[in-house]
């Protein structure tokens, strides 16, 4: 069982400080370069899946938070206001009302629809000190969010193809969901007082649920404020469960902002909201990562892809001409030349990189490496250029495999 508090900071993945805050923890070069590693997978999921990215604040008036519903339901996760130029300005805990506002600033016509509108954007939630930890529980997140605008006939269809994106980034990422989950309104006053809309919502993502043949449980107490939804649940080696993916249904918040769109009768009609999250937020994604692989991450995920072993100085230009070579081709190549140690000393400290290139005399002389996988598998040597051939096709491809066979 990993720690990702523990590893991470063995990694030099992450790490905090006191003067900065808790729940508020930086990102090290290697951490940084996972985290860019999966947006960038997320945003090319995305794009090819008809979205459209946008850029908001992480502000926004208290006024904009009345009017989405957060402010009465969920101020108690909320940062104060923050009194600016006679305004009282909050950090957002939530993307969704700026999306709203974002659609509402121009006119869409049906033929528009599904708008698929994505942001990799920040949020801020007031956590109690004794709950926070690691990347899992933070008060600053970066949450990989996007809301679809749609006719009530679509709504189905988003959330099934959402479902969809959730099952093949698992896939790539090398990880499993525990149980899939119709969270549900509980007794109390937390929850926006809607039965037909609730009623409707619910419907909706049921029968999406019984259409996918996924396995779920209800649970009651666990909706969001405005709506239903899907939760795709982890697990980490405890056993404690979490939430990482979500696919929502929101009636309300359409209605709150008045939006809408111009139907094929040239009268106005109001468009239901979808929320899904492929990843969840990068923290509690990368958190989930490091315990999953132990830090041995896939190779496309790997901070570094590729360690060039020379054997002695003799062979150095070589390793250099080929690290450039696969840095060009997109490949994070790093040498660890004799300065470093034996050869087995080298070998036992990039143990978690998923590829090494070993160049000795023999392989200096024909333009050759012979490649070690993470595995503990040895290649013969081969032409340095198929090796790297191989290497960026299984990167490229999102390979959760290092090798054929």
Known sequence: MHDHRKLGRELNLFDTDPLIGAGLPYWLPDG?????????????????AGY??????VLGKRELYEISGHWSHYSDHMFPPMDVGGEQIVLRPSLCPH???????????????????????????SELSGVLGGLTRVRAIHLNDAHIFCTLDQVADEAQAALSMIRRAY??????????????????????????????????????LDRSGLPYEQAPGEAAFYGPK???????????????????VDFHQPEQFDVHYIGADGGKHRPVMVHRSIIG??????????EEHGGAFPAWLAPTQLVILPISEGEMPHAAAFAQRCTDRGLRADIAGPERGTLGARIREARLVPYQAVIGAR?????????????????????????MASMVARVEAYSTGLWEG
């Not at 709203?100 to 990799?120: G, K, N, Q, T, V």
């Not at 993470?374 to 013969?380: A, F, Q, T």
């Open 230 to 248: 899907i939760d795709v649940q982890i697990s980490d080696g405890a056993g404690r469960e979490s939430t990482l993916s979500t696919v929502q």
């Open 52 to 57: 459209r990215h946008v850029y908001s604040p």
């Open 363 to 387: 392989e200096a002389a024909h333009d050759h490496v012979a490649l070690r996988l993470r595995d503990g598998r040895r290649l013969d040597p081969q032409p340095a250029a198929e090796a």
């Open 99 to 125: 999306h709203a506002l974002i659609y509402r600033s121009r006119s869409h016509s049906y033929r528009e629809l599904p708008l698929r509108m994505a942001e990799l954007g920040g949020m801020y939630r």
């Open 281 to 290: 937020s990068v923290e509690r994604a990368v958190a989930h990562l490091i």
């Open 32 to 48: 940084a370069t996972v985290r860019h590693a999966l947006e960038e997978y997320i945003r090319g999921a995305e794009r090819r």
């Open 171 to 208: 896939e790539v990422l090398g990880i499993t969901a525990t149980r899939y989950r119709l969270s549900l309104p509980g007794p109390g006053g937390k929850y926006v007082a809607a039965p037909e809309l609730w009623q409707r919502a619910t419907a909706l993502l049921r029968d999406v």
